[in-house]
C-alpha cells in the first residue's frame, strides 16, 4: 500500500515553523517525538502528530540528537532491546537509528539508568562491528578520545559513556595481560578478565597469558566456564605492550619485565616497588580481597554487559581469594559483588565454592616439588628472602602426609635458588580456618617462633586462625 505524505507534510510544515526549543535535551532521556510518516520500512509515528516515544541516544548540541524508537510491540533478536517500565514491556528498535532536529521533541516521559543505556550502546557497537582497529577521531594519536579512563576521579561526571581508549599504541599491536607465576584463580582469570574488557570496551586487541602451570582449582574454574587455558608466556621484550594484574611485585614476574612496556597495573596487594615503566600508566591498587573487584569497579556500568563465562570467572576469583569469605582479607564489598554475580548467574554460593575447593584439594597429580610451587610468593623479611608457600585444601591430612617429599623438595629449590634463604610451607585448612606450618629446621622454628608468638617443639606447628597469606602471614614474618 503507497503511503500518503499529505497530512505529515502540513505537519512538518507547522513543526519547522515553530521558534528554536529552548529546553536541554540529555542522553537517556526518553521523550514524546513528531518521527513522521517515512519511507519504506522506517519507522512512523502514529497519532495527528506522528509521534511514538524515543530514547536520546546521543546529544550533539541543544539543536540536534542521535535517538531510538521505542514500540509496545516487544520483539526478539540482536536488533531489539527488551525493557520495562512501570510492569509494562517495551522494545527499542536499534536498527532504527536516525539523527533528528530536537524541535521533534515536544515532551519529556522519564530517564533511563545509566546501565541500561551503556548496555544499549554496547549493543550498538556489536551491531555496527565497531570493536576492532578503529582510528582514534583525530586520525593519529592513541590518546584518549573521551577522557580519563577514571572520570569519577577527575570529572563531576558519574561515568564516561563513551569508548575508552586507554593506551598509546599502534592499532595492530596485541596487549599480552598477565598474573604473577605460579598462577591461581584470581591471576589467571582476571588476565582473562581485562583482556576481555579491552577486546570489547576498547579499540585496544588484548590476549591473556599465564606465567606458570594452574593449580586444580583454576584448570576447575576454566572449564566450569567454558574458558580456553591461556598460553604460557616464557619472556617478554622491549617489543611487547602488556598489562600486569593482581601483582606488582617484580619477583614474582618473568626476569625482563622491565623491559617491557608496561601500560597499567591492577592489584590488591601492598606497594613493593622495583616496577620499570617507560612513562606515566595507570595504576589501581586497591585494599580489598581480590583483583577481580577492582576491575568490577573499573568497569562501572560496563561490568552489566558481561557475558556469564566472563561473570563467572570474575565471581570465582573472589570465592577462591576470600575462601568463601572466611578470609580476614574479606571486604563487605567484596561479599556484594560476589552475590550480586551468584544471583545474575542463579548459583548458591555455598555450593558452587564447595566445587571448587574440592578441586582446588585434589592435589594427587602433582609433585612435591609442584606442591611448593603451587601457590608459592617470594618476600623480603630482615636481610632474608623467603619463599612463603601455601596450600589451601579441605583435606590437609593428604597433604601432610607428604611431610618427608616436601621437605625434600624445599631442600632441592634452596640449592638450586640462590635468591631464597628458606621456604616456610603451609597448609590451609579451609573449613577447620587453621594452617600447619613446617618446621623442619632451627632457622624455620625462629621465624615461627618470632612471627606467631607459639612455642614451637616438632617439626610442625598448628596456627588457629591463620588463613591468609596477604594479611595474617607476611605481614607478622620477622626473623628470630
Not at 17 to 44: H, P, T
Not at 413 to 442: P, S
Request: with cysteine.
Amino acid at each position: 500500500m503507497v503511503k500518503n505524505f499529505t497530512e505529515w507534510s502540513k505537519c512538518k510544515t507547522q513543526i519547522e515553523r515553530q521558534a528554536e526549543v529552548k529546553f536541554f535535551v540529555e542522553e537517556g532521556e526518553i521523550w514524546w517525538c513528531s518521527l513522521g510518516k517515512n519511507i519504506g520500512s522506517e519507522q512512523d509515528g502514529t497519532g495527528f502528530r506522528y509521534s511514538r516515544p524515543v530514547l536520546v541516544l546521543k546529544k550533539f548540541n541543544r539543536k540536534i540528537c542521535v535517538v531510538l524508537p521505542i514500540s509496545s510491540q516487544v520483539k526478539e533478536g540482536k536488533f531489539y532491546h527488551r525493557t520495562t517500565y512501570a510492569g509494562e514491556d517495551y522494545c527499542i528498535l536499534l536498527s532504527q537509528i536516525r539523527l533528528i532536529s530536537t524541535k521533534r521533541l515536544f515532551r519529556r516521559l522519564r530517564n533511563m539508568s545509566l546501565q541500561e543505556l551503556l548496555l544499549i550502546k554496547q549493543k550498538l557497537i556489536d551491531i555496527l562491528d565497531l570493536h576492532e582497529n578503529r582510528k582514534p577521531l583525530s586520525g593519529f594519536s592513541r590518546s584518549t578520545e573521551c577522557g580519563h579512563l577514571y572520570p569519577q576521579l577527575y570529572s563531576n561526571k558519574e561515568l564516561c559513556q563513551n569508548q575508552y581508549i586507554l593506551y598509546d599504541v599502534p592499532i595492530m599491536t596485541t596487549i599480552k595481560v598477565f598474573g604473577h607465576i605460579s598462577p591461581d584463580t584470581d591471576a589467571t582469570s582476571c588476565a582473562i578478565i581485562w583482556a576481555w574488557y579491552l577486546n570489547t570496551h576498547t579499540t585496544h586487541k588484548a590476549e591473556a597469558y599465564v606465567l606458570g602451570e594452574l593449580n586444580k582449582e583454576t584448570k576447575f574454574v576454566l572449564n566450569r566456564w567454558g574458558q580456553t587455558e591461556p598460553s604460557l608466556l616464557e619472556a617478554v621484550s622491549s617489543d611487547d605492550k602488556v598489562v600486569i594484574v593482581d601483582t606488582n611485585n617484580p619477583q614474582e614476574l618473568l626476569a625482563g619485565v622491565n623491559e617491557a612496556d608496561i601500560l597499567q597495573i591492577i592489584d590488591h596487594h601492598k606497594l613493593v616497588g622495583g616496577l620499570m615503566t617507560k612513562g606515566p600508566i595507570e595504576m589501581t591498587i586497591r585494599p580489598v580481597a581480590s583483583t577481580a573487584t577492582v576491575m568490577h569497579d573499573l568497569m562501572g556500568a560496563h561490568a552489566e554487559t558481561m557475558p556469564e563465562d566472563i561473570a563467572g570467572v570474575m565471581l570465582s576469583c573472589i570465592l577462591s581469594d576470600t575462601l568463601e569469605f572466611r578470609s580476614p582479607t574479606t571486604t563487605p564489598h567484596d561479599k556484594a559483588i560476589a552475590e550480586k554475580l551468584a544471583t545474575r548467574l542463579g548459583l548458591n554460593i555455598t555450593e558452587y565454592a564447595n566445587e571448587m575447593f574440592k578441586a582446588k584439594s585434589d592435589v594427587s597429580d602433582f609433585t612435591d616439588s609442584g606442591l611448593v610451587h603451587l601457590d608459592s610468593k617470594k618476600f623480603e623479611v630482615g636481610d632474608k628472602n623467603i619463599r612463603v608457600s601455601v596450600v589451601e585444601t579441605t583435606d590437609p591430612a593428604s597433604v601432610l602426609a607428604r611431610k618427608d617429599g616436601i621437605v625434600a623438595a624445599i631442600e632441592e629449590e634452596k640449592a638450586k635458588d640462590a635468591g631464597i634463604d628458606d621456604v616456610l610451607f603451609f597448609i590451609v585448612d579451609i573449613l577447620r580456618e587453621e594452617a600447619t606450618v613446617f618446621t623442619h629446621n632451627d632457622f624455620l622454628k625462629s621465624v615461627v617462633r618470632a612471627s606467631f608468638g607459639v612455642a614451637v617443639e616438632g617439626d610442625t606447628e598448628v596456627l588457629p586462625g591463620i588463613v591468609s597469606r596477604k594479611k595474617q602471614i607476611v605481614p607478622a614474618l620477622k626473623l628470630g
